[in-house]
Nanobody, 114 residues
Framework: QVQLVESGGGLVQPGGSLRLSCAASGSISSINPMGWYRQAPGKQRELVAGISSGRSTNYADSVKGRFTISRDNAKNTVYLQMNSLKPEDTAVYYC????????WGQGTQVTVSS
């Protein structure tokens, strides 16, 4: 059984920063790709960023240059550093780990508003 626990969401003003964390427990290894999706009200869930076991990364065009994904394999934790936040970044952010199936965290709310 795999469990993912996210933290770090909250309310931030436009231009501000937040750092999301996602700690995985269970039968996970450093070879499993991990990453973040987000879902805004009335919209489909979209990929924000992913990171492979070799630490290669990919980002949605809308967050390139503002968000940075990283992972600590010793802690089975993936991070998402979000800078220069915009109101359109407001969403529930979900971390995932890809194994034979994809496991999801419970989600953490990020609200960007003045």
């Amino acid at each position: 059984q795999v469990q993912l626990v996210e933290s770090g969401g909250g309310l931030v003003q436009p231009g501000g920063s937040l750092r999301l964390s996602c700690a995985a427990s269970g039968s996970i290894s450093s070879i499993n790709p991990m990453g973040w999706y987000r879902q805004a009200p009335g919209k489909q869930r979209e990929l924000v960023a992913g990171i492979s076991s070799g630490r290669s990364t990919n980002y949605a065009d809308s967050v390139k240059g503002r968000f940075t994904i990283s992972r600590d394999n010793a802690k089975n934790t993936v991070y998402l550093q979000m800078n220069s936040l915009k109101p359109e970044d407001t969403a529930v952010y979900y971390c995932y780990v890809r194994m034979v199936q994809i496991y999801w965290g419970q989600g953490t709310q990020v609200t960007v508003s003045s």
